[in-house]
């Protein structure tokens, strides 16, 4: 189906695109004629739009060589390719390390596979690897566009991230992790109490970074600062909060905890 819809967690902002009978949480939001769609929704084309920006905003931030023209490579790969995933391998070119993510363990890793190691099992395409010997998989079904994962046995999970929102968050931690400066911040006081922690904690450090709108998860924020070259990423729950700073200016970092004081 092709249509407006609100997704889950990501507030009261209107989507357009294809949505499938699977993907709906409510077929109505609050009384509006637009149904709520589970998080892992189908990318619709502002979202891979918002995706590539964000990318090219990384890439500038980390000075990162131009963009191979990977036009040729993807077409020949000769199985098919999502327009979401076949935009994000274009985007990032030959900078591997916007897919491959930094290891969260001694023991665990994640790894995206590179364009000539995509691969198709039951109409699912296999983009990620998790883990050394018990492996974990990340693809996106062909048909529906969902998220799925693998760990005996291919499954949906309704929760999970949709492909352009999970590789923005990728690339956000890995270009904080490639910054000269960077580190992580427990928030913790009276902003979590509020209705809406994100927003009160994206208007606190305003001063110092603006939200990036592309980006729209009720609970997560990302935020950026061209002009100093530095990047946020922000978590707030209930009961606590984490904020992941890189920045090119070791200033920036020190201006963060006196506003965080």
């Given at each position: 189906m092709y249509g407006k819809f609100f997704v889950d967690n990501q507030g009261d902002k209107i989507f357009e695109g294809e949505y499938f009978e699977s993907e709906i949480l409510n077929q109505q939001f609050y009384g509006k004629p637009y149904p709520q769609l589970y998080q892992n929704h189908t990318n619709c084309k502002e979202e891979i739009e918002n995706m590539i920006i964000l990318i090219e905003k990384i890439r500038n931030m980390l000075d990162l060589d131009d963009k191979s023209d990977c036009d040729s490579e993807l077409e020949n790969?000769?199985?098919?390719?999502?327009?979401?995933?076949?935009?994000?391998?274009?985007?990032?070119?030959?900078?591997?390390?916007?897919?491959?993510?930094?290891?969260?363990?001694?023991?665990?890793?994640?790894?995206?596979?590179?364009?000539?190691?995509?691969?198709?099992?039951?109409?699912?395409?296999?983009?990620?690897?998790?883990?050394?010997?018990?492996?974990?998989?990340?693809?996106?079904?062909?048909?529906?566009?969902?998220?799925?994962?693998?760990?005996?046995?291919?499954k949906y999970e309704e929760c999970m991230e949709s492909f352009c929102e999970l590789m923005s968050e990728k690339a956000?931690?890995?270009?904080?992790?490639?910054?000269?400066?960077?580190?992580?911040?427990?928030?913790?006081?009276?902003?979590?109490?509020?209705?809406?922690?994100?927003?009160?904690?994206?208007?606190?450090?305003?001063?110092?970074?603006?939200?990036?709108?592309?980006?729209?998860?009720?609970?997560?924020?990302?935020?950026?600062?061209?002009?100093?070259?530095?990047?946020?990423?922000?978590?707030?729950?209930?009961?606590?909060g984490d904020i992941l700073i890189g920045s090119k200016d070791k200033d920036t970092i020190e201006k963060f905890k006196e506003i965080n004081n």
């Amino acid at each position: 189906m092709y249509g407006k819809f609100f997704v889950d967690n990501q507030g009261d902002k209107i989507f357009e695109g294809e949505y499938f009978e699977s993907e709906i949480l409510n077929q109505q939001f609050y009384g509006k004629p637009y149904p709520q769609l589970y998080q892992n929704h189908t990318n619709c084309k502002e979202e891979i739009e918002n995706m590539i920006i964000l990318i090219e905003k990384i890439r500038n931030m980390l000075d990162l060589d131009d963009k191979s023209d990977c036009d040729s490579e993807l077409e020949n790969l000769d199985i098919e390719i999502p327009e979401c995933v076949k935009r994000f391998y274009k985007a990032k070119g030959t900078n591997t390390g916007l897919v491959t993510s930094i290891p969260v363990s001694l023991t665990k890793s994640e790894y995206y596979f590179q364009p000539d190691e995509l691969y198709i099992e039951n109409y699912i395409l296999v983009f990620s690897s998790t883990g050394k010997r018990k492996k974990k998989y990340l693809g996106i079904d062909l048909k529906e566009k969902h998220l799925m994962i693998k760990d005996k046995e291919w499954k949906y999970e309704e929760c999970m991230e949709s492909f352009c929102e999970l590789m923005s968050e990728k690339a956000v931690i890995f270009a904080i992790n490639m910054m000269p400066f960077h580190e992580r911040f427990r928030i913790k006081g009276k902003e979590l109490s509020e209705l809406n922690p994100i927003k009160h904690l994206e208007n606190k450090f305003s001063g110092l970074w603006q939200r990036f709108e592309g980006y729209y998860n009720r609970y997560n924020s990302i935020l950026i600062n061209e002009e100093c070259k530095s990047i946020a990423w922000l978590r707030a729950g209930s009961h606590f909060g984490d904020i992941l700073i890189g920045s090119k200016d070791k200033d920036t970092i020190e201006k963060f905890k006196e506003i965080n004081n």
